[in-house]
Every structure is written in structure tokens, then in C-alpha cells.
């Protein structure tokens, strides 16, 4: 087996091993670090820039622009409610892992979302033509097919690499990691310091910025 398969055979033992009281686990091997491909400034243009062709590319492009914005994980997208939506104030409430939280989007993020709900009259922002909660699986189905059409390669997590792009452009343009935490919704800092650590040209970037030989 590769190492990340005995790393999840060897959690889901311990999980078995903490539940039955035993008292011991299974030591978890190292596994090496691997950067997770995303999209790029240049890919989101791309997409966000495509005419639509049909319903589908419509809310693609609206929930789309919402992930960038806001950083959201598909499945808070996904059953985001119109009256979590608070556009005089840029808010949303989100329902994620931890629970619920508030995050805020742009004002273009909002002329976005404004125009996409103004085309449904549905509780859930992002539903099916009559109104239900999307699938995953569909969607995720017109979303590639969507990509393929604008010629954008899928990056490894689909929708969730949107949320990597958020992350990054968020620490890349001087965000504060403790909001950038607050934001996501997790609990530390330990996925914020992965998302840096995928950070390349970026970080160079931004180095050069702010360091204070280069600010002389």
C-alpha cells in the first residue's frame, strides 16, 4: 500500500482502538507534503469572463464568484438561504464545520449576487430550476464540462480549490491570517500555515514588498 493508504487504515484503527478503551494506537507514518495544484488569476478571469450559454453557466458563473469571494466551502454554497444573505451590510452566514459564522463578501461580490437572486425567487441562493438543493455529484458534472469549455484545466479538489485560491490571494494581497482563519472557519492556524506553505511566486512577491531593505 503507499504510505497515505496505511495513514488512513492506521486512523480509522486508532479511532476503533480510542472507542473501545484500550488505550494505545497505532503509530501514523510520515507522509510528505504534497502542493495541491489551484487555479489562477488568469484561469478565474477566464471563467468568470465565459458567456453563458445556458441556465447552468449562469449559476455556475454566480456560485463561482461567490467561492472567490468568500472563500465558502461548496457544501456552505450549497445550502446557503436567502435570508443568511444580508446585502445592505455585505454579510452572509455561512453553516460550516464549526458551526455557523458570518463572513463578508465585495461589492462586487454583491452585484453578483444581487443580479444571480433577482433571477429565482427560491429560498436556497443556489438551487435547482425548481427550487431544491443542487447535488454534488451534478454539479460537479456540468461544472467540468464547463471548464473544458473554457479551456481551463480542473485543478485537484474541484470547488475546494477555490477556496485554496481565495486563501492565497488573500495572504498574497497582505491579509491578516487571523481574519483569513476567521473567515475559513477553522479552528487554529494550522491550515492557513499550509496554505502559505503553497504559496510560491506569491510569497516572493510579497517579500520583496514588504521587506525593509527592498522599502529603503
Known sequence: MTPGAVHSY???LNTFLRWS????????????????????PQ???????APPQTHTDIRLK????????????????LTLKRDAVDLDNLLVRLDGKTGQRVVPISIEGRKRLYTWLRSHHHRIVFPTVTGRQLRYDNLRTDFVAWLNRCNVPQAEGSFHAFRRY?????LAN???????????????????????????GDIARVHNDLSPLARR
Open 62 to 77: 454566480a456560485l463561482v464568484a461567490f467561492l472567490v469571494d468568500t472563500g465558502a466551502r461548496i457544501g456552505e454554497a
Open 10 to 12: 492506521a486512523r480509522s
Open 166 to 170: 481565495f486563501a492565497q490571494q488573500y
Open 43 to 49: 484561469h478565474i478571469d477566464a471563467l468568470l469572463s
Open 174 to 200: 497582505g491579509g491578516n491570517p487571523l481574519y483569513l482563519q476567521r473567515i475559513l472557519g477553522h479552528r487554529d492556524l494550522t491550515m492557513v500555515n499550509r496554505y502559505v506553505s503553497e504559496m510560491t
Open 21 to 40: 478503551g484500550y488505550g494505545v494506537t497505532v503509530p501514523l507514518p510520515r507522509l510528505a507534503h504534497k502542493v495541491l495544484t489551484t487555479y489562477t
